[in-house]
């Protein structure tokens, strides 16, 4: 499919705007969305959030349990405020992507596991993965969501698991009109009936202002007598019109002040859009508008009395008499904060309550940049659009008190079939309890309770509020409701202020005031913050029945002091024990859980789930999976290779140790030999044969001969009752130049995924600077990929960044990359692809030291 330029202009109000004068980027922003995924490098504090998250993830803590066919891949990791950091996945089952099965791991700077959500359903263990329904009638069925169709992507395969039961569907993205409106929808179409099972669209529609903020600075580029409405000091924000292209000019003044000039509407917009991210980072702790750095293009003049985002970009149009551009602060602010929804774990979830979070959650960052702004032309007043006056009615919605424009004041049974925009007024109101409180005085109008609240609320100031809902943000999943906010939003005061704050109270207090009950479980504000992780090491293992397998127990102080765990054990198949020692013990330190199979335990793979329970009777769990074999010999044996893989080049040896075991009744000899070596290659033990729990060093050496490639090696223990086999990869590069190191193993590019390919350089002394690169992709949009390199020290070089408006192919290109450390040891090449529509395969790739 050919990609559209997405990059986008924007305008404002009159103003001599101040010069930004630094040189424009190599590349622009990517033909797209800013990417959905950030990668982590070795030594960033994000690294360590990652590696916890990752073991959280494996141990299946608390909320993270998943079914044997299902498995989590992360997604991002996210900073935030407090020296939080939040990690997001996605689930597969099968090897499939699962729509709503997203969760979210909080870990703390010191890398102790704070919190996890996850997007539950119904368990799709008996869901098909073949369809019936191709991909191209699938699409045709997702177009009938659409009046006009102007693009259609490829469809891809999925496992829908929100709604009454896990589907396997088409999730078809098409784009055009629908009801007379611009419309981008993810439709999902079930694969084995052609039934539409659900659709979102990633256009939001909102309101607007503008001119209002006459002469104000803000960040261009350019020099001399050629300017642009970007501004490189936000990465990916820029204004212009409908084309997509940034305003220019041959000074740096913007506008004329009239409400009828685009220019001056970008004006007006990046000053908002500006002012947002400022507020995001100096308030919230968040890096840009998506989390990781980036923003988004905005566009002006639409036709229309409207504005709205898009998935990708921004775009404003004018009031109804078309006197004014749709480019206030609240409103810009509220189509951007579209953008954060988006780029928050969970995305943009499916459903009119979701779709009414999504809509408050612009209107709270109105608000937000509003007061952080603090402009005298349009003081913060939590009324959404009121300068703008789009149809002649004054505010489109009123957060202290929404039923004065008609929208509901507080949650009910309705709510999931309220239209989206008054879905909105409980969390607008509920905000601006928080933040101000119900009779906050000082001019500030009072907001009503509803029935069944607390008498009053005392709020906690719009910066905490703030601060709170972006901490419940950072937890959200697909299938997010009111009732997740509630409980996001109350972990989220807590880890932030504590529980025995009056943020902590405030929050419970005012969801109740708008008739958002706690669910079960929710934290409680006032006692005492002691808790504890705990987590498991191996997290699967395998026995014989009358066999054991032993498992750690760690546990971790996450917050408060140090407390007293009891562990147990549920989910033993018949006949197997278990056994901890000791039985409980103090937060930070750890257990051994000794799991004894009985000899009538039946074959099969059993989920054991080990619980902790605190002093406080706060519990958390983890799921051991136990796998009992059938008919066991009476002596046995396990053999393993560790590492399991190596690169060499032609000429020289690659060593890894030989693992054995004893797994059933008493040691025996194992005698060692290897098959599968390539041409010119030889194998030898030390020591060749071994008795079965003990070691031996495998050394592979490689002629100057040897073929260049990937080989397995078969590595074979033949033992007194039994024989089994490891396997491990082994990697033989070409010598050519003596200094030069080639990887031509595949490695497929997916969208919004990252692939790492390694070369393991046996050069001496210190790298040569700069380092040649030749790297040869195919893939067909060049500009989606953001290419890096690591060295053995573990230094990260940018290599080629992402960044244009066409599409191309990559082909082969070449790099010098200026380093300074030592030749020898592992180069890493990293690609991530940011953006979706292209794949493709890094097929070769060579470093010259």
Same mark, same amino acid.
């Given at each position: 499919?050919?990609?559209?330029?997405?990059?986008?202009?924007?305008?404002?109000?009159?103003?001599?705007?101040?010069?930004?004068?630094?040189?424009?980027?190599?590349?622009?922003?990517?033909?797209?969305?800013?990417?959905?995924?950030?990668?982590?490098?070795?030594?960033?504090?994000?690294?360590?959030?990652?590696?916890?998250?990752?073991?959280?993830?494996?141990?299946?803590?608390?909320?993270?349990?998943?079914?044997?066919?299902?498995?989590?891949?992360?997604?991002?990791?996210?900073?935030?405020?407090?020296?939080?950091?939040?990690?997001?996945?996605?689930?597969?089952?099968?090897?499939?992507?699962?729509?709503?099965?997203?969760?979210?791991?909080?870990?703390?700077?010191?890398?102790?596991?704070?919190?996890?959500?996850?997007?539950?359903?119904?368990?799709?263990?008996?869901?098909?993965?073949?369809?019936?329904?191709?991909?191209?009638? &699938?699409?045709?069925?997702?177009?009938?969501?659409?009046?006009?169709?102007?693009?259609?992507?490829?469809?891809?395969?999925?496992?829908?698991?929100?709604?009454?039961?896990?589907?396997?569907?088409?999730?078809?993205?098409?784009?055009?009109? &629908?009801? *007379?409106?611009? +419309?981008?929808?993810?439709?999902?179409?079930?694969?084995?009936?052609?039934?539409?099972?659900?659709?979102?669209?990633?256009?939001?529609?909102?309101?607007?202002?503008?001119?209002?903020?006459?002469?104000?600075?803000?960040?261009?580029?350019?020099?001399?007598?050629?300017?642009?409405?970007?501004?490189?000091?936000?990465?990916?924000?820029?204004?212009?019109?409908?084309?997509?292209?940034?305003?220019?000019?041959?000074?740096?003044?913007? *506008?004329?002040? %009239?409400?009828?000039?685009?220019?001056?509407?970008?004006?007006?917009?990046?000053?908002?859009?500006?002012?947002?991210?400022?507020?995001?980072?100096?308030?919230?702790?968040?890096?840009?508008?998506?989390?990781?750095?980036? @923003?988004?293009?905005?566009?002006?003049?639409?036709?229309?009395?409207?504005?709205?985002?898009?998935?990708?970009?921004?775009?404003?149009?004018?009031?109804?008499?078309?006197?004014?551009?749709?480019?206030?602060?609240?409103?810009?602010?509220?189509?951007?904060?579209?953008?954060?929804?988006?780029?928050?774990?969970?995305?943009?979830?499916?459903?009119?309550?979701?779709?009414?979070?999504?809509? *408050?959650?612009?209107?709270?960052?109105?608000?937000?940049?509003?007061?952080?702004?603090?402009?005298?032309?349009?003081?913060?007043?939590?009324?959404?659009?009121?300068?703008?006056?789009?149809?002649?009615?004054?505010?489109?919605?009123?957060?202290?008190?929404?039923? &004065?424009? @008609?929208?509901?004041?507080?949650?009910?049974?309705?709510?999931?079939?309220?239209?989206?925009?008054?879905?909105?007024?409980?969390?607008?109101?509920?905000?601006?309890?928080?933040?101000?409180?119900?009779?906050?005085?000082?001019?500030?109008?009072?907001?009503?309770?509803?029935?069944?609240?607390?008498?009053?609320?005392?709020?906690?100031?719009?910066?905490?509020?703030?601060?709170?809902?972006?901490?419940?943000?950072?937890?959200?999943?697909?299938?997010?409701?009111?009732?997740?906010?509630?409980?996001?939003?109350?972990?989220?005061?807590?880890?932030?202020?504590?529980?025995?704050?009056?943020?902590?109270?405030?929050?419970?207090?005012?969801?109740?005031?708008?008739?958002?009950?706690?669910? %079960?479980?929710?934290?409680?504000?006032?006692?005492?913050?002691?808790?504890? %992780?705990?987590?498991?090491?191996?997290?699967?293992?395998?026995?014989?029945?009358?066999?054991?397998?032993?498992?750690?127990?760690?546990?971790?102080?996450?917050? *408060? +002091?140090?407390?007293?765990?009891?562990?147990?054990?549920?989910?033993?198949?018949?006949?197997?024990?278990?056994?901890?020692?000791?039985?409980?013990?103090?937060?930070?330190?750890?257990?051994?859980?000794?799991?004894?199979?009985?000899?009538?335990?039946?074959? @099969?793979?059993?989920?054991?789930?080990?619980?902790?329970?605190?002093?406080?009777?706060?519990?958390?769990?983890?799921?051991?999976?136990?796998?009992?074999?059938?008919?066991?010999?009476?002596?046995?044996?396990?053999?393993?290779?560790?590492?399991?893989?190596?690169?060499?080049?032609?000429? +020289?040896?690659?060593?890894?140790?030989?693992?054995?075991?004893?797994?059933?009744?008493?040691?025996?000899?194992?005698?060692?030999?290897?098959?599968?070596?390539?041409?010119?290659?030889?194998?030898?033990?030390?020591?060749?044969?071994?008795?079965?729990?003990?070691?031996?060093?495998?050394?592979?050496?490689?002629?100057?001969?040897?073929?260049?490639?990937?080989?397995?090696?078969?590595?074979?223990?033949?033992?007194?009752?039994?024989?089994?086999? &490891?396997?491990?990869?082994?990697?033989?590069?070409?010598?050519?130049?003596?200094?030069?190191?080639?990887?031509?193993?595949?490695?497929?590019?997916?969208?919004?995924?990252?692939?790492?390919?390694?070369?393991?350089?046996?050069?001496?002394?210190?790298?040569?600077?700069?380092?040649?690169?030749?790297?040869?992709?195919?893939?067909?949009?060049?500009?989606?990929?953001?290419?890096?390199?690591?060295?053995?020290? @573990?230094?990260?070089?940018?290599?080629?960044?992402?960044?244009?408006?066409?599409?191309?192919?990559?082909?082969?290109?070449?790099?010098?990359?200026?380093?300074?450390?030592?030749?020898?040891?592992?180069?890493?090449?990293?690609?991530?692809?940011?953006?979706?529509?292209?794949?493709?395969?890094?097929?070769?790739?060579?470093?010259?030291?």
């Amino acid at each position: 499919m050919k990609r559209k330029a997405l990059l986008a202009a924007v305008v404002g109000v009159a103003t001599a705007a101040a010069l930004a004068l630094q040189a424009p980027p190599a590349n622009a922003a990517p033909p797209g969305a800013a990417p959905q995924k950030q990668t982590t490098r070795a030594g960033d504090p994000a690294s360590l959030a990652a590696q916890v998250a990752d073991k959280a993830v494996s141990s299946q803590l608390d909320e993270l349990t998943r079914g044997p066919d299902e498995a989590y891949s992360r997604v991002a990791v996210t900073p935030g405020a407090a020296d939080m950091y939040y990690v997001s996945y996605e689930r597969t089952y099968k090897g499939l992507p699962m729509v709503g099965g997203d969760a979210v791991v909080v870990t703390d700077a010191a890398g102790n596991v704070r919190d996890t959500v996850a997007a539950r359903g119904p368990s799709p263990s008996d869901v098909p993965t073949r369809a019936t329904i191709s991909a191209g009638r &699938a699409t045709e069925i997702a177009k009938s969501k659409l009046s006009r169709v102007d693009d259609a992507a490829a469809p891809r395969l999925v496992v829908l698991a929100w709604g009454e039961k896990p589907r396997l569907t088409w999730d078809a993205m098409v784009s055009g009109i &629908a009801e *007379g409106k611009p +419309s981008i929808q993810h439709v999902f179409v079930d694969a084995r009936t052609g039934e539409i099972a659900d659709s979102y669209d990633l256009v939001r529609e909102g309101t607007g202002n503008g001119y209002y903020y006459g002469q104000v600075t803000i960040g261009t580029s350019g020099s001399g007598s050629s300017y642009s409405m970007t501004d490189t000091s936000r990465p990916g924000i820029q204004c212009g019109g409908q084309n997509g292209s940034a305003y220019t000019g041959t000074d740096d003044a913007w *506008g004329n002040g %009239s409400g009828t000039n685009l220019e001056t509407a970008c004006v007006d917009a990046l000053y908002s859009v500006q002012r947002e991210w400022d507020m995001l980072r100096d308030w919230l702790g968040r890096n840009g508008i998506n989390g990781s750095g980036r @923003g988004f293009p905005a566009r002006v003049g639409l036709s229309d009395v409207n504005a709205y985002w898009n998935g990708s970009y921004t775009n404003f149009g004018h009031n109804q008499a078309n006197t004014r551009q749709a480019t206030p602060i609240d409103v810009v602010a509220h189509e951007f904060g579209h953008a954060i929804f988006q780029t928050t774990p969970g995305g943009a979830g499916s459903g009119n309550e979701n779709g009414g979070i999504n809509e *408050g959650t612009g209107d709270i960052f109105g608000a937000l940049t509003e007061a952080y702004a603090a402009n005298p032309n349009d003081p913060a007043d939590y009324l959404v659009g009121e300068e703008v006056d789009l149809v002649g009615d004054g505010p489109i919605r009123n957060m202290y008190n929404p039923s &004065a424009l @008609g929208d509901p004041n507080c949650y009910s049974s309705s709510i999931p079939s309220t239209e989206v925009h008054a879905a909105a007024g409980p969390l607008n109101h509920w905000f601006y309890l928080l933040a101000e409180g119900s009779n906050p005085g000082g001019g500030k109008p009072s907001s009503p309770i509803c029935s069944g609240g607390p008498s009053s609320v005392t709020g906690v100031g719009i910066q905490n509020a703030g601060k709170i809902y972006m901490g419940a943000l950072a937890r959200k999943t697909s299938s997010w409701r009111y009732t997740n906010i509630r409980a996001a939003s109350v972990a989220a005061a807590i880890e932030l202020f504590g529980a025995n704050s009056p943020q902590c109270n405030t929050t419970k207090a005012a969801w109740s005031a708008v008739s958002v009950a706690a669910a %079960s479980g929710e934290p409680a504000c006032g006692t005492s913050t002691s808790d504890f %992780s705990i987590s498991l090491s191996p997290t699967s293992g395998s026995a014989a029945p009358g066999g054991q397998a032993t498992v750690t127990v760690g546990t971790q102080t996450t917050s *408060g +002091s140090a407390q007293t765990v009891s562990l147990s054990a549920s989910g033993l198949p018949s006949g197997t024990t278990a056994s901890f020692n000791p039985s409980s013990v103090t937060s930070g330190n750890s257990s051994t859980l000794t799991l004894s199979v009985g000899s009538s335990t039946a074959a @099969g793979t059993y989920n054991i789930t080990v619980t902790g329970t605190g002093t406080g009777s706060t519990s958390h769990t983890a799921t051991y999976t136990l796998t009992v074999s059938s008919n066991p010999p009476t002596r046995d044996f396990s053999i393993s290779a560790s590492p399991g893989s190596g690169t060499v080049q032609a000429g +020289s040896a690659a060593t890894t140790t030989i693992n054995t075991t004893t797994t059933a009744g008493t040691a025996q000899t194992v005698n060692l030999s290897a098959s599968g070596l390539p041409t010119g290659a030889t194998a030898a033990f030390n020591p060749a044969s071994v008795t079965s729990g003990a070691s031996s060093t495998l050394t592979i050496s490689t002629a100057p001969t040897t073929p260049a490639g990937s080989y397995t090696v078969t590595v074979t223990g033949t033992g007194v009752t039994a024989t089994h086999t &490891a396997t491990y990869a082994l990697t033989v590069q070409g010598t050519s130049g003596g200094r030069t190191f080639t990887n031509d193993t595949n490695y497929t590019i997916d969208d919004w995924s990252t692939i790492q390919s390694p070369i393991t350089s046996t050069a001496t002394g210190t790298a040569t600077s700069p380092v040649k690169l030749s790297i040869t992709i195919s893939h067909t949009c060049a500009e989606d990929l953001d290419i890096y390199l690591r060295g053995p020290n @573990g230094t990260w070089y940018a290599v080629d960044r992402y960044g244009g408006t066409t599409c191309t192919q990559y082909g082969t290109r070449t790099f010098s990359v200026p380093v300074s450390q030592q030749a020898a040891g592992t180069w890493i090449l990293e690609i991530e692809d940011v953006y979706l529509g292209d794949t493709g395969y890094l097929d070769t790739w060579s470093i010259t030291v």
